[in-house]
């Protein structure tokens, strides 16, 4: 079986800039004031915990884009 892809989000923190929270524990890994960098740092977390996904969301909270690392989930077959 294979193992559950972790997934990271990228979201505003109020005041103090952007942070990432693994969704599976609902927990902040990560913390910057810039987005981009940010970005940059948990995309290289995301990269060393194959499988795994990074969803960025824009200042208001939407969804923006999402990268993901390994092996995407197999395509649907009917």
Known sequence: MAKNRTVYHVLPNGEKGWKAEDT???????????????????????????????VVHKKDGTFEYESTYGDDPAAFKS
């Open 24 to 54: 599976g524990s609902k927990k902040v890994v990560l913390e910057n004031d810039t987005k981009a960098e940010l970005v940059k740092k948990i995309k290289e977390k995301a990269r060393k915990e194959e499988p795994s996904q990074v």
